[in-house]
Structure formats: structure tokens, C-alpha cells
């Protein structure tokens, strides 16, 4: 015979991580890439649409090469 399930301890207040180490440290590096192409683009003379278009591609290429990158 199976024991019946167990309510979940209402004493335990710490919620889980919203991030695992990995993705937070895929997205931190991402945009920070994204940051510095963006920075570098502007200072290079672009305008800040162009550095902003640089720099957010930057950031989505990062996040998926660093997703392929890194194991699970």
C-alpha cells in the first residue's frame, strides 16, 4: 500500500531561484558583450541608433553562442 501524499511544509518561506548559475551567468556576460559593442560603436562615431542596434545584436548573438556554448 502507497502512503498518502505529503502537504508541503508551510514553514519553509525561502522561495527557489528564479535563475539557475548558468543562465544568469549566460545573460550577465550577453549584455554586458551588447554593452561594450554598443559603447564601442558610439565612440567610433555612430549614432546612438546605430549603437543601439549594434549593441542589442551583439547581446543576441552572445546569449546564443554562450547558450551553445556552455554545457548544461
Known sequence: MT???????????????????RAT??????????????ALTLAGGGNTAASLLAGLTA???GIASLHRLIGH
Open 3 to 21: 502512503s498518502p501524499p505529503t502537504m508541503p511544509d508551510s514553514n519553509n518561506s525561502e522561495p527557489g531561484s528564479l535563475l539557475s548559475p
Open 59 to 61: 547581446a543576441g548573438v
Open 25 to 38: 551567468l549566460i545573460l550577465l556576460t550577453g549584455t554586458l558583450l551588447g554593452g561594450i559593442a554598443g
